[in-house]
Each structure stands twice: as structure tokens, then as C-alpha cells.
């Protein structure tokens, strides 16, 4: 059965990095393009990132460019979002999911359970 | 980007009641659109993808329809289970945007 589950999460100080990982398992991982999502405290949902089943693109929203990258290892089945210049307003519960297509954008069609980041002083 | 408006914000309906959630896009996204429900604690759920195409597992008395700018998605008979917020996703566009969601509580 597909599972993902997100690893990396904690308290971190503004203007420090880290690093969250989603083991894929359950389907071949190369096969779908993968996101991160997250969900600010008491708030809705907000895309992150995307990037293609190959890793030959990714995607980023506005509020997160030039800061995380996403990536992914095929070899691994993991995915990854490498986060520096942390903001208190990333305070979030950061989510995987993985898209029914390889190279594009469709339906979010499983998602890990989450792991939380805090960004305080 | 892409502007996604959900109403209500909330609802609070009676079991067996019929429930009707609205999404609308700022540009025409198609059919671009999906729904998803998110409990308590949870991960979302992708309920209906494609604006109008349930997923398998998911019960029948959920449904949704619309293209264009304009979407509806609709709980037939509501059951207790059915508590949770909707969220309408739209993926003609990156950004991805969602919107602001639909929290459902029984009455």
C-alpha cells in the first residue's frame, strides 16, 4: 500500500535551516511527481513545492523562492525539502503528497501525515 | 496567481441533510479543480478530482460539478462522519492554490 511518511520537522530559530524528508513506499516513486504542503497553526492549506517524477523540474511558490529547494532521489524513494532563512510565518505543518501524474500537476492522491516545524526564538 | 473563493466559510447542517459547498475561480481553470477533506488532526483526503470525478472508496452522496469559473460540491444526505473542512484546489495554473476552505459541523 502507498505510504509517505515526513521526518525532519522541530524548533528552529529564524534565520536558520532545515532539512524535512518524505520516505515514499507502496509504488514506484519515480513514476509520480511529488509536493510539499503546508498548513499554518488554525489555517488552510498552501502549496510549497513541486517537482517532476524525473527531477527534471521543480516549482516553487512566491512565498518560499530563493529560500527552500526542493528534491528529490529516486534511488532512495525520498523526497526532500531543504529549508534556509527560516521566518516565524513558516511555522507550519509541512505535508507530502504525491501527484497522479510524472511530469505535471493533476490530483494530490496521498499524503504523509505531516511533521511540524516551528520557527521561534 | 489563480484566486479560489470557497463559501460559506462554515456550515453547521442536521444529519441527512443535503449540504452545498461553492468554490469559485478568479480566471477560467476548466475542469482543472479538486476537493479534498480534511479531519481533525489529519492529513486531507482527496475526495473528487477532475471537478466532477469521484475517487474510488469514496462514498456516492458526495459529488461535484461545475467548469469555468464556477463549482459546486455537494453532500447528499450528511452523516456524522462527514465532519471536517473541504477544501476546493485548483491546478490549472501554478501556483496551485486552494481555497480557504469550508469547516462543516453537525447540528
Known amino acids: 500500500q502507498v505510504q509517505l511518511v515526513e521526518s525532519g520537522g522541530g524548533v528552529v530559530q529564524p534565520g536558520r535551516s532545515l532539512r524535512l524528508s518524505c520516505a515514499a513506499s507502496?509504488?514506484?516513486?519515480?513514476?509520480?511527481?511529488m509536493h510539499w504542503v503546508r498548513q499554518a497553526p488554525g489555517k488552510g492549506l498552501e502549496w510549497v513545492a513541486v517537482?517532476?517524477?524525473?527531477?527534471?523540474?521543480?516549482n516553487y511558490a512566491d512565498s518560499v523562492k530563493g529560500r527552500f529547494t526542493i528534491s528529490r532521489d529516486n534511488s532512495r524513494n525520498t523526497l526532500y525539502l531543504q529549508m534556509n532563512r527560516l521566518r516565524a510565518e513558516d511555522t507550519a505543518v509541512y505535508y507530502c503528497?504525491?501527484?497522479?501524474?510524472?511530469?505535471?500537476?493533476?490530483?494530490?492522491?496521498?499524503w504523509g501525515q505531516g511533521t511540524q516545524v516551528t520557527v521561534s526564538s | 496567481d489563480i484566486r479560489m473563493t470557497q463559501s460559506p466559510p462554515s456550515l453547521s447542517a442536521s444529519v441527512g441533510a443535503r449540504v452545498t459547498i461553492t468554490c469559485q475561480a478568479s480566471?477560467?481553470?476548466?475542469?482543472?479543480l479538486n476537493w479534498y477533506q480534511q479531519k481533525p488532526g489529519k492529513a486531507p483526503k482527496l475526495l473528487i478530482c477532475?471537478?466532477?470525478n469521484l475517487e474510488t472508496g469514496v462514498p456516492s452522496r458526495f459529488s461535484g460539478s461545475g467548469s469555468g469559473t464556477d463549482f459546486t460540491f455537494t453532500i447528499s444526505s450528511l452523516r456524522p462522519e462527514d465532519v471536517a473542512t473541504y477544501y476546493c484546489?485548483?491546478?490549472?495554473?501554478?501556483?496551485?492554490?486552494f481555497g480557504q476552505g469550508t469547516r462543516l459541523e453537525i447540528k
Open positions: 503528497a504525491r501527484d497522479r501524474v510524472t511530469v505535471a500537476v493533476h490530483c494530490f492522491d496521498y
Open positions: 507502496g509504488f514506484t516513486f519515480s513514476s509520480y511527481a
Open positions: 517537482v517532476w517524477g524525473d527531477g527534471s523540474d521543480e
Open positions: 480566471q477560467d481553470i476548466s475542469n482543472f
Open positions: 477532475d471537478a466532477s
Open positions: 484546489q485548483q491546478y490549472d495554473n501554478l501556483p496551485v492554490t
